[in-house]
Structure formats: C-alpha cells, structure tokens
C-alpha cells in the first residue's frame, strides 16, 4: 500500500553518498523553513509533507533492541510517534485497529476499534496540537490524544494516508480518486471532493494497491508542497495503458479550488512507490514498476533524468536534504545508492550481500537504518550513507519476512513494523 511493499518476497535498498550540493549544478538546496503544521516527531506517513522518510534527529550509529509488540493480523505502514513518547501503528486484525503505544516500553496506552480494518492502508498523521487524523472504508476520523473521536467525515473509497495543505486542512485522495479537503478543526469539507475517475465504482478489494496497478487507481500518498499549494500522486487513470505522476494547484482562497497543472506518464507497470519532493521544492521523484526512478521538474513535469535500479521498488523512497535517494528494494536487489548529480543520477555504490527486505529510512548524521535478509528471517542494519559501511546489526527475531517502514522518534529510537503484525524499537546504544 501507499510507500508500502509490494510482495512478500522482498525488498532492496538503497543509500546514498554525501556530495555537497552547492558543488553540484542544480542540484537542491537545504529549505528555508519548516512547515508548522505537522507535529514534531515522525508525523506523517512518510515523515513530513515531502514523502521524504528522512529524519532530522541525529542517528545512533549503534543500537540496541529495546522491546517487540506482536499484533494479530499484518501491519502494512511504518509507525508515526509525537514528542510526548507516543507511537502510533495501525492493524487489520482482530479487535482495535489503531493502537497508540509507549514509546519507551512498548506497553498500549489506548487503542481504538473507532476506526475498521482497512485503517491498516494508513498512518495516523500527527499535527502540532497532539491531534491525530486516520481514515478507514467509511469515513475520516479526528482523535484526540487520549483516544476519543472528535469528528468523522463520510468519504467514498479508502485513502493511502492523509497530509496537511499550506493552511492547515486536511488533504488526501481515496483508492478510487476521489481528493477531500477537510477543516482540520471540525471535518468540514472545504471545497467538494474532486473525483478523478466520474463515477468509479468503489471496490472493497485494495490488494491491487501494494502493487499500484489499474485496479487501484490511487496507490499511494500525495505529496505536498507547503510553500506553493502543489498537490504531487500517481494515479493510473481508466484505460490508460500505464500509470503517470501528475500535479495540481490547491487555491484555499475565499474560492478553494483544485486544478489540473501536468502529468507525466512514465510509470510503466504502475507505482508502489509514493512520490518524493526535494528540500527546495524543486524536483519530484518517483519509481514505476519496471525497475526505473524518475527525477522530474516539479513545475512543468518534464522529465529531469531516470536512473535504472534493476528491480521493482516495493515502497517510497527515502530522500535526505542534499538529494540522497534511497529506493525501497524488491526481489533480491543488494543495498545501492544513488546520488542526483543536478542534470543525471549517479550509482555511489551497491552492497549485493545486503538484500533489503523493507522500505529503509535516512537520518541525519550520514547514518541509514535497512532491514536486510538472514537465512531465516530479518536483521535490522546501520549503515554508512556515505560509503554503504554497515555499522551496526541488530537481529529481529521470528519470521518477519519484510518490514513496512522504519520510523525515527525524537529520542533517536529507531521503530520497525513487518507485515506479520511485528513492531520492534531499537533505541540508542550505551557507552
């Protein structure tokens, strides 16, 4: 699902070295500020309006397992987690399907059955007033810190995670392409959602959207770009012969609106991967299914320059603030990373021995964190971004075949959920 993995076999990674980016022509720059919506911690899906799945704390270059949750059913998205020591993850077993745990303990402080268990196609997402935002089949719900319902919001479809738009409402599109904006306060509708495909049928099957396929037309979790209202998904529209990137232009204006600015239809096979935007704003990057990442101007969607992995990427890619990518993995690919060098992409280097099973996360600091394949099962590695040094390795036990995101707290704890309903924390090594 949306930055999610694409099959059960597996998933290869990819970091990136660090090249200064003011040596490389066009290549992008350090943001001028924050946005201020979001809560702090690891708020969205894929970390921040950008799709980055970079973290800003520093990374421990060495860990240790702190504690592991075991939840029926699977997990298909990485964990959010706010400042207050909270961690949010979402499952389609039995029973609760939104469960906010103890960052330091792994203990449930609540967890909610409000929500039903196609919740397990999102993170909850976080903003700065310790509210949380998660949508199911029926409806997109607002909840408090302790767990109680402050608004529900009837939508048709199910979304792949939700994002926040330059004032502060709630954006997201469901698996059949219909986007809503909500008042973040109240569930309101800002504008009436726009639907993409006229009168889709709702399908309640969206196993189509861990491959990002025409039988889920939406897959994956929009971009946004706070500083200019630019809306960035992929979307597989009815009888095209493939999956294309598109942007539009949201005006929250006495007017809202949304409007069409370009598609770019180079996503053969379709897309698991949700698009990344650079730290300026300036370039947007996505995978398709046939084993290419793509850099795009992300004003007129021209094609900057395409970078050939080898394999299907099974989830987003991780993009730290001087442009290092790190694809998600898939098949048997080894870790790799790829530089954007302004005008073409740039393979660093490739670790064949280190087959990556799951989406991998950067942090600041020159460290990435991957899960990579053992005989029977996963470890958790450290790695050097700079030259694919592993650093550390951390085992996780059990048959945890592939991890669905690996998250970074504020407190430098590293989370990592499998798609066999496993969380397991890692925390900052002693000494």
């Known amino acids: 699902m949306p930055g999610k993995l694409v099959k059960a076999t597996a998933l290869a990674f990819l970091a990136l070295a660090s090249l200064a980016a003011s040596s490389i022509p066009d290549a992008p ?34 860990l240790t397992r702190a504690w592991q949750r075991s939840f029926p059913g699977s997990i298909y998205l990485g964990a959010t987690n706010d400042a207050t020591g909270r961690v949010y993850v979402t499952t389609n077993g039995l029973g609760c399907h ?7 303990t792994g203990r449930t402080v609540w967890c909610s059955s409000a929500v039903d268990r196609q919740a397990v196609a999102s993170s909850a997402l976080l903003d700065r007033d310790g509210h949380l935002y998660l949508a199911d089949s029926q409806a997109m719900h607002s909840f408090d810190a302790d767990g109680s319902v402050r608004w529900e919001t009837p939508i048709v479809g199910t979304p792949l995670s939700a994002q926040f738009t330059p004032a502060g409402n709630l954006i997201f599109i469901t ?25 889709a049928p709702v399908t309640d099957d969206t196993r189509a959207c861990m491959r990002g396929t025409e039988e889920c037309p939406s897959s994956n979790t929009l971009a946004v770009d706070l500083d200019t209202g630019r809306i960035f998904f992929t979307f597989w529209d009815k009888g095209a012969p493939s999956a294309d990137i598109r942007a539009m232009q949201l005006d929250e204006g006495t007017s809202p609106s949304i409007r069409p600015l370009w598609k770019n239809e180079s996503l053969p096979g379709g897309s698991a991967t949700s698009p990344d935007l650079s730290a300026d704003g300036s370039r947007v990057y996505v995978g398709d299914n046939e084993g290419g990442i793509h850099a795009l101007d992300a004003a007129t969607g021209d094609t900057i320059w395409s970078h050939a992995t080898g394999y299907a990427a099974g989830g987003s890619p991780s993009l730290s603030p001087e442009g290092l990518i790190m694809p998600s993995g898939g098949g048997d690919g080894g870790l790799m990373a790829i530089k954007d060098l302004g005008d073409r992409a740039q393979r660093v280097w490739t670790k064949d021995a280190l087959v990556n099973r799951g989406i991998p996360t950067q942090a600041a600091g020159g460290v990435a964190y991957a899960a990579v394949s053992t005989t029977l ?7 050097d971004t700079a030259t694919g040094a592993e650093l550390d390795r951390e085992p996780m036990p059990g048959l945890t075949l592939f991890t669905v995101g690996t998250t970074v707290a504020p407190d430098g704890t590293v989370l990592v959920p499998t798609i066999t309903g496993d969380l397991f924390a890692f925390r900052p090594a002693q000494g």
Do not use: Q
């Open 175 to 199: 698996h059949i392409g219909r986007i809503y904006v909500l008042d973040r306060a109240t569930g309101r509708p800002i504008l009436p959602p726009m639907e993409l495909i006229p009168g």
């Open 98 to 104: 939104l469960h906010a745990l103890d960052v330091a």
């Open 29 to 62: 720059r350090a943001p001028d500020r924050l946005p201020s919506v979001y809560g702090p911690g690891w708020s969205a899906a894929h970390a921040d309006a950008k799709n980055t799945d970079y973290s800003p704390v520093t990374g421990a270059r060495n």
């Open 377 to 383: 099962g996963n470890d958790l590695v450290v790695v």
